[in-house]
């Protein structure tokens, strides 16, 4: 009769112990079980690699992040000259390549949107671009999130022709494409 006693008791403290180590899991990590694996659980609104998470794909474990502070609030899209860059992505996953082409065509010297993007050092990440039309729009969405935005004009990396690019007024929404000469507020993004 002891003995059963005393293994019950010792079954009960077993399972207690590993009830409370399984609870201080679930609340200081951001690991989900998914059937035998575990993996990072993001959201919207979340800080994380420098910034707050702002859009999520469909598999959970990829998206963009946002800095939290403007980069620039007077830029030109340009570098100085009229030309066609080639940048003309405008969906979710285009700003990293459009900013890449636009480097390229535009050179790396000189104080312009995708370069002050590319050379941010920011939180201690290196891979920030410009976005794109469409990951513009989806960071106005999220912008009371993200937080710190001024109510003016954003440039995005997506190129309208030789003389224009798209951005977007974070008062509104608005998005329509100006003069590359013109000078705007510019706020980085990053993958993840």
């Known amino acids: 009769m002891k003995t059963t006693i005393k293994t019950s008791l010792a079954i009960l403290l077993l399972l207690a112990i590993s ?25 919207i609104g979340q800080h994380h690699g420098g910034g707050v998470i702002f859009y999520i794909d469909s598999t959970g474990q990829h998206g963009l992040i946002a800095d939290t502070g403007d980069l620039a609030t007077a830029v030109t899209w ?25 480097l390229v065509a535009q050179g790396k010297p000189g104080s312009y949107a995708a370069l002050k993007c590319s050379k941010s050092k920011r939180s201690g990440f290196t891979d920030w671009f410009l976005p ?11 912008k009371d999130l993200i937080g710190g935005f001024a109510l003016n004009f954003y440039w995005s990396s997506s190129e309208g022709d030789g003389y ?29």
Do not use: H
Not at 171 to 186: A, D, L, M, R, W
């Open 19 to 43: 009830c409370t180590k399984e609870s201080a899991n679930k609340t200081s990590s951001p690991l989900v079980q998914e059937g035998t694996q575990q993996v990072l659980s993001f959201y």
């Open 78 to 102: 340009y570098n100085g000259s009229f030309i066609s860059t080639g940048a003309t992505g405008t969906l979710i996953g285009t700003g990293k390549s459009n900013t890449r082409k636009i």
């Open 132 to 142: 794109s039309r469409d990951e513009l729009n989806a960071m106005y969405l999220q």
């Open 164 to 192: 224009s690019a798209w951005g977007r007024y974070f008062t509104n929404g608005y998005e329509t494409s100006y003069f590359k000469n013109s000078t705007y507020y510019v706020r980085a993004i990053r993958a993840f």
